[in-house]
């Protein structure tokens, strides 16, 4: 299986350094929507795909004002799913299988454009996005569009555990090297997917976390990234809960597991194998030395 590190949408959310703790001052920050394509014997996967070509056509009958105003998506076509997976030079249709960490905009939006793939999600989540209960729901959820699509593929958890969190290890159609673990909090089904490649384990953690050094280091957040957090939950406890153990999971086990989040672009370059803002001149504040110090496995290219 090969594995590629798409970023399907730029996020330019105000409040520079203390949301990335990279960018200069109160100004625009820089975060991204990490996704994967990942190449297998049963086509193309494609794990979230960021935003997609009608979200980018017409933002404003298709994110939320309030998202829209905080995130500040960049809506560049270049940086959808589709557009990247042409770049490489693959069919979109070829795209046999999307598997969803969550069902936000910033992470679903892409799913129209590959109207004949299968779609993966936790049950919970799909549940709670096609009901929405309560302000927050009926902000994260476009419950209208997503009852257009039929592909849906449901899960609860069951099975043989996997480093001790839940998992769901036979997804319809898809090889076993990939499997889901629900990591709910952030939203009510959330869930992270995790690859087994000849490298060790891969678990894209989604919004499970926001910030690198939420899980290593010092467990710290920038504010801005906190308060958005906190914001948008849909469970403190599951989500606490969860980051404790994701925190247990990259201490104990970083030789066989690599994580990343969604929304991190020193994670995002540093898997990506491309150079990274962190190593241009960004303040050196105890977490970006840290991290820049970081001996391997914790920060080798990973493909
Ligand atoms: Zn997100």
């Known amino acids: 299986m090969r594995i590629h590190h798409l970023n399907c949408s730029t996020l330019c959310p105000l409040g520079g350094h203390f949301t990335d703790r990279i960018s200069p001052g109160f100004l625009a920050a820089h975060m991204v929507c990490h996704c994967l394509l990942i190449e297998t014997s049963n086509g193309l996967v494609l794990v979230d795909t960021g935003l997609g070509i009608q979200d980018v056509a017409a933002p404003e009958e298709r994110i939320n004002p309030f998202l829209r105003a905080i995130l500040r998506p960049k809506l560049d076509v270049n940086e959808t799913a589709i557009a990247q997976i042409r770049a ?6 070829n795209v046999k299988h999307i598997i969803l960490t969550h069902l936000d905009f910033d992470h679903s939006g892409g799913i129209e454009d590959f109207p004949d793939a299968q779609i993966h999600v936790l049950e919970s989540e799909l549940r709670a996005a096609n009901d ?6 009926k902000i994260r959820y476009q419950a209208t569009r997503l009852s257009k699509i039929k592909n849906w593929n449901t899960y609860y958890a069951e099975g043989e555990k996997w480093f ?7 997804l319809k159609g898809i090889p076993p090297e990939i499997i889901m673990i629900p990591l709910c909090g952030h939203s009510e089904g959330h869930a992270g997917v995790a690859i087994n490649t000849d490298r060790g384990w891969l678990l ?3 919004d499970a976390y926001f910030f690198r050094g939420e899980i290593n280091h010092d ?11 906190k914001l948008i939950e849909a469970n403190h406890k599951m989500r606490i809960l969860n980051l404790i153990k994701l925190r247990d999971l990259a201490h ?12 991190d672009s020193v994670e995002f370059s540093d ?3 491309e150079p990274s803002r962190l190593l241009a001149g960004s303040p050196a504040t105890f977490e970006n030395v840290l991290w820049m110090r970081q001996p391997a496995p914790e920060r080798r290219p990973f493909h």
């Open 88 to 93: 490489l030079g693959f069919d979109p249709q």
């Open 132 to 137: 929405p209960k309560g302000i927050k729901a």
């Open 164 to 170: 001790g969190f839940e998992a769901v290890r036979q």
């Open 204 to 206: 894209h953690a989604g």
């Open 219 to 229: 467990y710290s957040c920038p504010s801005g990234l906190r308060g958005y957090q």
């Open 252 to 263: 104990d086990h970083h030789s066989e597991v690599r994580i990343f989040s969604s929304h």
């Open 271 to 273: 898997l990506k194998n």
